[in-house]
């Protein structure tokens, strides 16, 4: 059987989820090849490029989309395999921002505090090594780290009419920035409209856990998914799903509500394909699960709860669609 | 040089830090083998001593300790190192307990609900295999977990003359619920009264990040610990060093404070053994750190943020004090 | 002068803020009558009528509007000044939700216990005593309370071309659910697209500070508001101002931050009304400000601070908006 | 029959709660005179003694006390009636501290900023006219204030043999710095140690609600309580009583969950003293209460929860002790 592909290059980019007519409509199993911009839409490009100035709030954090899919309903999983995300330029960019950070005073954490400094660190990115070199900018430090490209934000059209920017996390995914979003991984995502409208964008090449000047290394990227469809088995949260673990998460305020949200479906989670009352899957959960912090930075903090595959037997999450994906995107790295 | 070891296996335990007179009074350098009793003080011994009948509060999480420290002044640093931690039975327990986790009403979140059933599970635990065996109590699922053997409360006496409980995790260390408390590991406490006055106890034979449903898998423990003075080097919370990362650790409601704190000590850490300004750091720490839940269930939570050592190059935490204190482990468990 | 006197009675409802044709266009300083229906769109109106089953979501919390201003740009503020708000029916409605209110699990603060009972209140409301009488449902009790009518939601279009369920509060108003939304105050909004947009919905014939439960007591409404502009005066969040307060609204999670938003708005207000400096106004308010709970129920919480208009000495907000408004209502109660 | 009345003037203060011997004992129903000093200890006289210079931490906040209880066991209440606070000085005091207040970093919302400065404002008091006189710092403006006396402070020793800091609210009271503490309320604690252990401190001339600064107008007091014993009806949390309002109170962070705790017990107590099941008591408390904030700034944050004491009809709590208190006090003040 033949893999459909096609490709994504928008003329312009979506600043929301929801209220926009898709770019692209696919069947189920479509590779969707696709491109990226920046969180800043590109336009920070030196160290003099305070985003303050060169961005004009609210065309922040691009995304590429809406991609419709051929069947999708509401009470469907859409599922997004990331088959492979790669940085399209040789740097990125990262930048504190007045207001915005775990570390600051923020609109909401209102205090009567100046702005920390807005400050823009360049990073150089290099592919073939699998790199990005940072670079301090009081001093003369610099030291490479291991690129680890991810997607900040995916996701799909909400519930109930709302148009979310995309900076926000919830329900629908959006702005969830956790480093779990990398190749390999199956996200999957409620159904709210038909079509789903899936939206992608805000691309790492690598990301801390929490986020916490607000920004990672930021960068366009050239990024290849599987987009397909599970009926009728719309998870209440997004869930996310590698060849290790089973993942739900959480998008919140306080970060213990992210954190309960994401354990909440997880323990739900493994109750149904293990079998287990709740209390049990409570109790298991408790003792075999991770618990690593997505942003606490957005509009919503996310916390992701992890469950080692390993546990569950011969159980599989969505009849087995994550190796499937795996499969089908095998199947295209090796015939591209 | 030979290494000075002492025992201690207490006559009776302490359930707070802070207002004890010490049991043993050590040098810095000295290897303390010591026993600790599980967190229902050994009372919970089938699946029928269900906590909140056979446990008397606030008799609950008794700690092995203090040992004081020679030398020990307010405004130094104690480390303690973890040399080994070993489950003392062939069985462990884990319960929900009346108004207490994470995805339950408690006395502070207070809401309308009854209680969640308070259910008991006996993990069978084989030392040589290194797991323990999960049973659900509602079907015939079973499964085996890797041994992590950890301890869920370090700390020492707290400042200002205060006596808090030994379920309460904070500045002084107490009951932080992280599974990076375990052998190979360094924790540094701030001293805050002559001797310092370190305690320790509830032995987990694992446990899950978030510690959800409120209690891991406990244990008696047999553990050897070494521990040492930095002088002057008092941090302003908790912190923990391994082979591979530096970790600052917070304590504190909401989540997101827990977060802050640990990160913001990360950040300054980082700024100080790399030589960097407070900005620099905050951004090498944004996209190389991870955030891991220590607990999310106690009277206040706790985070961990980790930095990876590797980007320290030459630079070293305490002038190389956990690499000696490995070292004296090594010895210690070779002549044993 | 005469007053411009339009009347406005919706053939249909919106449920969101944002992305709607206006139903109105007025000019500032017109009166505007109209009718609202209560938050379950008049579908609950028997004990028995439980709100799960005969209300469908999102179709919760209508609202009525929106109505455009002319000459309303971003960056201005506009006026929405309560002249009087009537219960338009002699009984009204409150009830308990599944995993919705304060002492509840909810879908955020996710837990494992089942939902509280679903349960209906019906309050016999007599307009002309002032009244309305509780009935206890397990029991013979009964109370007559004040009536205290208020607006649970008021407010516009959401800036960054988002569109909001109308359950949510937030900067550009909504469902801040307080119960100073009562005749007789002034409230100011920041204006994000032509013509401010604004409606209103959500009738309470008064409710407790907090709305514990998520419910007020609930009702269709008679209402009269004069709508105006200040040009030029955005907030960053709504305002409100009555004969004997100057109010700031934050509406956020944590409740802290909902605070914080709401006491830094208040300081910054006192500090350009008084001509103080930010820590001179950070002082005053900390004396002499009140700081009720609106809602602790809604996506997010409010929380309003207030100061005594005794203080402010000839300074006015608005250049005396609210005392013209407060007239322009006299010679409308006057002629009707 | 006659009052006792017995005086308390201590040599030397507390800083804690728990830990410490009694200085006086007095049977039930005793009127006791008392001094308070100041928070700052009297340290801080002029605009120039910053307070992290002339206080020594953790020496901050003296109490008065303790003063124990005859027959006050643990499971009963002590009811602590304020029958007059009055300024004992012609001026008064409030500053910013570093990392301290509602709308600074401070150690646990722990941020990259600068404190914010550190400012001393003298208050002139004028006890015959009942007011106090602000000055502002960096203008010409002065306005005068109401006095309401108050004590931010007042507790009992708290359960399971902890000694905590006086600065912080629990269970047991402490420093829960709301306004309600004023003469004519009487506070009801639990009694957690054989005599209750009562101390009291932290007069304020007067204070928002919130205490966003950090301090009230903070002041030395001569102060008059009447102590008495309920056997057998230890709240869970403080609770409050004035001739108007029955009140709950609750402190833990998230400020929700100190809203929760409140309005939790005051459901309880409502449905006890109504004879009505949970549910409609959860119901009347949300239609007629009111949710004032007590503080948010100190290591847990405080809500009031409200109720008329217009609904109860003859229900009175704890037997009428309030009324008797009250009587007392009349009593007193008339023979004084």
């Known amino acids: 059987m033949s893999i459909e592909v096609v490709r994504l290059d928008p003329e312009r980019y979506a600043y929301a989820f929801g209220g926009q007519e898709p770019l692209l409509t696919v069947r189920p199993g479509t590779v969707v090849e696709l491109s990226t911009e920046d969180c800043f839409g590109g336009a920070v490009r030196t160290v003099d490029d305070l985003p303050s100035r060169v961005c004009t709030f609210p065309y922040l954090n691009p995304v590429t989309g809406p991609i419709a899919v051929e069947g999708a309903e509401p ?3 859409v599922a997004v395999h990331f088959v492979d995300i790669r940085p399209a330029r040789d740097w990125a960019v990262s930048t504190t921002f007045p207001h915005f950070g775990a ?10 505090h100046d702005a920390l400094p807005e400050r823009v660190w360049l990073y150089d990115v290099d592919v073939d090594r699998g790199v ?11 030291v490479e780290l291991p690129l680890d490209p991810m997607h900040g934000t995916v996701g799909v059209a909400p519930a109930a009419g709302e148009v979310l920017m995309s900076i926000s996390p919830g329900a629908h995914g959006g702005n969830m920035d956790t480093p ?21 964008g805000d691309g790492h090449c690598r990301q801390g856990e929490g986020e916490v000047c607000g920004t990672a290394v930021e960068a ?3 990024t290849v998914v599987v987009v397909d469809l599970v009926k009728g088995a719309a998870p209440a949260w997004p869930r996310l799903e590698n060849d290790d673990h089973l993942m739900s998460t959480g998008s919140a ?16 989670w493994t109750a149904q394909l293990l079998g287990l009352d709740v209390l049990d899957a409570y109790q298991l959960v408790s003792q075999a699960g991770l618990a690593p912090a997505g942003n606490v930075v957005d509009t919503n903090y996310t916390m992701v709860a992890k469950l080692p595959k390993l546990l569950l037997g011969n159980a599989t999450a969505y009849d087995g669609i994550h190796a499937r994906l795996r499969e089908t995107a095998s199947r295209y790295l090796a015939e591209r």
């Open 103 to 112: 570390l600051t005073a923020t609109h909401t954490t209102a205090m009567l």
């Open 253 to 268: 305020r306080p970060l213990e509500d992210a954190f309960r949200i994401s354990q909440h479906d997880l323990v739900g």
């Open 75 to 77: 009470g469907d999983a």
């Open 180 to 200: 779990e979003l990398r190749a390999g991984t199956t996200a999957y995502f409620p159904v709210n409209v038909p079509g789903a409208l899936i939206s992608l």
């Open 220 to 222: 366009a990227m050239s």
């Open 132 to 142: 990005c070199r940072f670079h301090a900018r009081s001093s003369e430090f610099e």
